[in-house]
């Protein structure tokens, strides 16, 4: 039974240890940099870089063909790109340039300005959505150099849709990109080919709208037709794989995302690698193909409304099978309560009455052990040359006054998990960008910019410690436990202001919950003295 308290501490120690780990590598960990091709090393670039994909042609092209993309990660090989359309609505300003690419769009909602700017989600100088790249490396290069012709220079979303027809006239062909927009910022793609040519259409490279201190995901996703979804991290790609029968395909950012989907009928996704092992992503092209996108805040209402599947688009990272109910419930919450701060605060009170019951006869358990460490001692003394009888005598103990050197352990393993889950979430969640709670808490995606909240969680937790009973007694672990409030409230001081609002609340609740615990534990050692 000493082995089971060794294992308790240890077990302590190590969720500890791991929190601190996960966090700093979470806040200090580089992250992936893109490098851009200057426009001048493009055809370098393919004739080192051509990647073979296996395709499946379309009826309007012939058989199975193997098709070679040229790749590369600079803009097109013409020396200005200039506007072409731009469409103008209430929440947006999307533009669209000579090589019938989206150029760029910028958010006009405040909650989305960065540096007092209105956020532009595109790197100028990536690859853009809706480029398209011919098998034919000739035809491809005419295209990368060929302008559109566009039936409207300036469109306005008045109404719910406008629509837009770019038109482009090749030496073996006439592209026709069909455009029509909607105010949610999602739309609708038609694309013909005068003659067939094999071809693909791009997601561009993700938005480059997010450049904050943390570790968040960000590359591309596919979602198969089976209901499974491969995520490709910067950094992590290799080669040039195919996803047959996908049903939609995305490149994202922390919040921004930049999707082509097609429910009715699966599309063929490939990707490429470029130089700086980041994924591209590439739709398979048809002589007359309709297609379906969307570009903008990864907001779970938005893409619900156009299709509830595209909501698979938001993810979090390693707990997202976590994070997604725990959303799930905030987000109810929100929508009845309409404040997020008051929402995260319920989700708390909710989580502590889900857990009370194990926290109760854990925390029942450690009061128990506090008394008896004077018995265990005495037992250890005794004892200390036979262990195996040692741990007999701790194990009658045990038993005879009900206590359980692990009830304490249950509560705090299943509530790492939880925390880890509303991290990511506190962190993904566009809803939270721009969410006021209360007072000077104005953005709960953002640090408490007087740092009240972290203060107060530290004192909170270190409250929490003295009333809690403690039956550590190796002076290296009593230290580390010592120093944990402190130590945690300069890690949470650059934390969304969620979080450190749920951590806070919880110490809260916590401390409310160990008060009725231990005025429960006094009333029942007073009636077994009573029974005696």
């Known amino acids: 039974m000493e082995q089971q308290q060794d294992l308790q501490k240890r077990l302590l120690l190590a969720l500890v240890l791991s929190f601190l780990v996960f966090i700093v590598f979470d806040m200090v960990m580089p992250k992936t940099t893109n490098t851009v091709d200057s426009n001048n090393t493009q055809t370098q670039a393919v004739q080192q870089t051509s990647n073979t994909i ?116 090749l030496s073996s062909t006439t592209v026709t990109k069909k455009l029509t927009f909607y105010k949610d910022g999602h739309y609708d793609l038609a694309i013909n080919l005068s003659n067939p040519a094999q071809y693909f259409i791009t997601t561009g490279q993700r938005p480059d709208a997010d450049h904050s201190m943390y570790m968040v995901v960000r590359g591309v996703m596919v979602r198969k037709a089976n209901g499974t979804t491969t995520i490709i991290e910067d950094g992590d790609a290799e080669g040039s794989p195919t996803f047959p029968n996908a049903k939609f395909t995305a490149a994202f950012d922390r919040y921004q995302t930049s999707l082509l989907y097609r429910f009715e009928k699966p599309i063929n996704v490939s990707y490429i690698t470029t130089p700086e092992e980041n994924a591209l992503i590439f739709v398979q092209g048809e002589q007359q193909m309709t297609l379906h996108g969307y570009i903008g805040p990864k907001e779970y209402n938005v893409l619900a409304k156009i299709n509830p599947e595209l909501t698979e688009a938001i993810e979090y990272g390693w707990f997202t099978f976590i994070s997604k109910p725990l959303f799930a419930i905030l987000h109810w919450l929100d929508n009845h309560i309409g404040n997020w701060g008051w929402s995260i605060i319920l989700l708390t009170l909710l989580i502590k009455l889900l857990l009370f019951p194990l926290s109760f006869k854990g925390m029942m358990s450690m009061q128990k052990l506090k008394d008896l460490a004077p018995k265990m001692k005495e037992i250890k003394e005794k004892y200390k040359d036979d262990s195996q009888k040692m741990n007999m005598k701790m194990m009658e103990l045990y038993k005879k006054h009900g206590a359980n050197p692990m009830g304490g352990c249950l509560p705090m393993i299943l509530q790492i998990p939880v925390f880890f889950a509303l991290y990511r979430v506190f962190l993904n969640a566009v809803e939270l960008q721009g969410a006021p709670w209360a007072l000077w808490i104005t953005d709960l995606s953002q640090k408490d910019p007087y740092f009240v909240l972290p203060i107060l969680m530290g004192v909170s937790m270190w409250f929490q410690q003295r009333i809690t009973p403690n039956t550590m007694t190796d002076p290296m672990q009593q230290k580390i436990f010592q120093w944990l409030p402190a130590v945690m409230t300069v890690f949470f001081v650059t934390f969304p202001a969620g979080l450190v609002l749920y951590w806070l609340v919880n110490n809260l609740f916590t401390i409310g919950q160990q008060y009725v615990i231990n005025n429960a534990y006094e009333k029942h050692k007073a009636s077994q003295k009573t029974d005696k």
Do not use: C, H, M
Request: hydrophobic share 35%; charged share 20%.
């Open 54 to 169: 296996q395709t499946q042609t379309p009826n309007a092209v012939s058989t199975q063909t193997t098709a070679a993309l040229p790749v590369t990660s600079s803009t097109a090989p013409i020396t200005t790109v200039k506007a072409l359309t731009t469409v103008n609505s209430d929440k947006f300003v999307l533009t669209i340039d000579e090589i019938g690419r989206i150029a760029q769009v910028r958010l006009l909602e405040k909650k989305f300005e960065y540096e007092g700017k209105q956020l532009e989600l595109l790197n100028p100088a990536w690859v853009k959505p809706l480029e398209l790249r011919f098998a034919d490396q000739s035809l491809n290069k005419e295209a990368l150099k060929t302008p559109y012709t566009t039936s409207a220079t300036t469109v306005d979303l008045n109404g719910n849709s406008t629509t837009v027809i770019l038109t482009q006239k």
